[in-house]
């Protein structure tokens, strides 16, 4: 079983930044990658970005050069640095593991006001 703990979340005023973090604890090694969706009211949950175990990262369209992410692998720790965030980033983020299963956290709630 992997467990996954999202933090970071927040109200900010577009142009903000803020980070997000996701702790993973459990049977870590089982995971290839680990990455973010999100999940706006009213909307289905998409794909933000995501890092492999090897480094190799991608990301949605809609936050390429926006959104950067990296992992700590001595933390067992993914971040998504979101510069420049837009009222239409406003979203439940939500933290995931692939590996022999897929892996979800909580989420976390982030609002960007106008």
């Known amino acids: 079983q992997v467990q996954l703990v999202e933090s970071g979340g927040g109200l900010v005023q577009a142009g903000g930044s803020l980070r997000l973090s996701c702790a993973a604890s459990g049977s870590i090694f089982s995971i290839n990658a680990m990455g973010w969706h999100r999940q706006a009211p009213g909307k289905q949950r998409e794909l933000v970005a995501y890092?492999?175990?090897?480094?190799?990262?991608n990301y949605a369209d809609s936050v390429k050069a926006r959104f950067t992410i990296s992992r700590d692998n001595a933390k067992n720790t993914v971040y998504l640095q979101m510069n420049s965030l837009k009222p239409e980033d406003t979203a439940v983020y939500y933290c995931?593991?692939?590996?022999?299963?897929?892996?979800w956290g909580q989420g976390t709630q982030v609002t960007v006001s106008s």
């Open positions: 995931k593991g692939w590996g022999l299963y897929d892996y």
């Open positions: 890092i492999t175990k090897e480094g190799s990262t």
